[in-house]
């Protein structure tokens, strides 16, 4: 198992592919480039068992976040490697200046922590498990609860 700092980046494909969905797809939001990266038969699974298939499903998830936060921005923090299997941790960061998931914009900041499991295959994302708490998410954008357990 190897980390970043220990192979040059045209050594590692997974991690490569990683960080150009990253940086293109979501910071730039540059789904025209999505089906160059994502597998056709993609499968993710996010927080609460969240399943989508598919470039398209993943396509509207993204975009709600994007819709919901107009500076949403995901910075690697750190990330390793064994062949084409990724982790990575992340920090999601965003104002909620929009409609996300139903919820009107409270021009709240967040910024989560999140776990990214992903496997590349022929040098695209073939499947991720992403994990992040929910309820900090919710905490942030003043829906869920404080420190104390009182609702925020």
Same mark, same amino acid.
């Given at each position: ?84 299997? +990724? /982790?990575?941790?992340? @920090?999601?960061? #965003?104002?909620?200046?929009? $409609? ?5 914009? &409270? %021009? ?5 922590? +999140? /776990?990214?499991?992903? @496997?590349?295959? #022929?040098?695209?994302?073939? $499947? ?5 708490? &929910? %309820? ?17």
């Amino acid at each position: 198992m190897n980390t970043t700092s220990d192979i040059s980046p045209s050594e590692h494909t997974g991690i490569t592919v990683v960080r150009r969905f990253v940086d293109e797809i979501l910071n730039a939001g540059r789904f025209d480039v999505l089906t160059e990266i994502v597998h056709p038969d993609y499968r993710y699974e996010g927080p609460g068992g969240e399943r989508l298939d598919g470039p398209d499903e993943l396509a509207l998830l993204l975009a709600g976040y994007r819709a919901g936060f107009s500076d949403f921005h995901v910075s690697i923090t750190s990330e390793i490697h064994d062949g084409d299997r +990724v /982790a990575a941790t992340m @920090t999601m960061t #965003g104002t909620h200046d929009g $409609e996300f998931d139903g919820v009107p914009p &409270t %021009g709240r900041r967040i910024d989560i922590p +999140v /776990a990214v499991f992903s @496997t590349v295959a #022929g040098g695209m994302i073939v $499947e991720e498990r992403e994990f992040y708490d &929910t %309820g900090t998410l919710l905490t942030q954008l003043g829906l869920g609860h404080d420190e104390s357990g009182r609702a925020s």
